[in-house]
């Protein structure tokens, strides 16, 4: 079966897949560094919000400089 590339992560998924620890996705998004979206109970982070974080011309990292 051909495998589909998921388009949302956990925050825990999205942890494991970026080496870092949950709280710290929780504080990405909560400093509106990291895009996630509520649904139902469950909060997911598009996989594109992922790419974008790791991108050198992100927010984040041009403020780290």
């Known amino acids: 079966m051909e ?16 080496g870092l ?5 929780d504080n990405l998004i909560a400093a509106k560094e990291l ?4 649904i139902g ?6 996989a594109s919000a992922l790419r974008s974080l790791l991108r050198c011309d992100h927010e984040t990292m041009s403020r780290a400089a």
């Open 35 to 38: 895009t996630a979206r509520k």
């Open 21 to 25: 620890c949950p709280r710290t996705i």
């Open 41 to 46: 109970r469950r909060v997911l982070i598009p």
């Open 3 to 18: 495998q589909i590339e998921k388009l949302a992560y956990t925050k825990t998924e999205a942890a494991f897949a970026l």
